[in-house]
């Protein structure tokens, strides 16, 4: 069966995608070929060499919760995908990653979240700035889809632009 991740533009409808990522861990070599995702600091050792695949979205970067994001600011022109590995569900630090690379760096490629994902994040993911999801494995990608639907009226305001609930009372 083939592998697939939910793809979620901003403000867009979720649907179903290839999953064409294959995310190297640290110790492991870089495929010469395919749809990669390597590690913060083999990007930053290698990123003049990779910069052209980068740029071709065949090479992303991804974080770890205690990787700080800010380290791509100048990198966000050249990456197509960035990717925060949540290795536990309680982990939230990839959603203030996700809204920095996004309100304060500009990025507009795909910022793809992966590890312990479940269908409870898929709302708050997506406003924070999150545009590809892999599920915890088991999971159910259409109940998940469901999520994004789960609430109706932010609050606040985030990556997605939805005006927050007060200036809407006004009006």
Request: hydrophobic letters at 40%.
């Amino acid at each position: 069966m083939m592998s697939q991740l939910i793809s979620k533009p901003l403000n867009g409808t979720p649907h179903l995608v290839k999953d064409d990522y294959q995310c190297i861990p640290l110790e492991q070599d870089v495929p010469a070929e395919g749809k990669v995702l390597v590690h913060l600091d083999v990007w930053q050792a290698e990123k003049d060499a990779w910069a052209s695949r980068a740029a071709k979205g065949e090479l992303g970067v991804w974080l770890n919760p205690d990787d700080n994001p800010e380290l791509l600011a100048d990198d966000v022109g050249t990456l197509k995908v960035i990717g925060f590995h949540f290795p536990v569900f309680k982990f939230g630090q990839a959603y203030s990653g996700a809204v920095l690379l996004r309100n304060r760096y500009g990025f507009k490629g795909d910022i793809f979240a992966f590890g312990d994902i479940w269908r409870d994040q898929m709302y708050p993911l997506s406003r924070c700035g999150f545009t590809l999801f892999r599920l915890k494995e088991g999971k159910s990608l259409h109940d998940a889809m469901k999520g994004f639907s789960d609430f109706t009226t932010p609050y606040q305001a985030s990556a997605d632009d939805a005006l927050p609930i007060f200036t809407r009372r006004v009006a």
